[in-house]
């Protein structure tokens, strides 16, 4: 089973960019799944969650939106309006297990796949 994520790039502040997270092996059509980020020196964080409902970070909300294909056993996070502070590695992950309240989307511990991670640098 893989995560495989791809779309990350260097983008101007006030642009926008997709990340994409395909999964091979299995479907995930009926797990949570969601991305996160890190930065240099920074702990993963929570960016956005799709489960029983969708589920963002206060930083990217109305910003950030996440999908998904399940045709294309895919998951997307479409990143608009970009800031300095959005750069990152942003990793996708999934889980089997529902999840009940908001605060279990945003807990790392909670996800069992994970994604390598793409590169995503917003610029001045």
């Known amino acids: 089973v893989q995560l495989q994520a791809s779309g990350g790039g260097l983008v101007q502040a006030g642009g926008s960019l997709r990340v994409s997270c395909t999964a091979s092996g299995r479907t995930f059509d009926r797990s949570t799944m969601g991305w996160f980020r890190q930065a240099p020196g920074k702990e993963r964080e929570f960016v956005a969650a799709?489960?029983?409902?969708?589920y963002y970070a206060d930083s990217v909300k109305g910003r950030f939106t996440i999908s998904r294909d399940n045709a294309k056993n895919t998951l997307y996070l479409q990143m608009n309006n970009l800031k300095l502070e959005d750069t990152a590695v942003y990793y996708c992950t999934a889980d089997d297990r529902a999840f009940h309240t908001r605060h279990q989307y945003t807990q790392v511990s909670r996800y069992y796949y994970w994604g390598q991670g793409t590169q995503v640098t917003v610029s001045s």
């Open positions: 799709d489960g029983r409902g969708r």
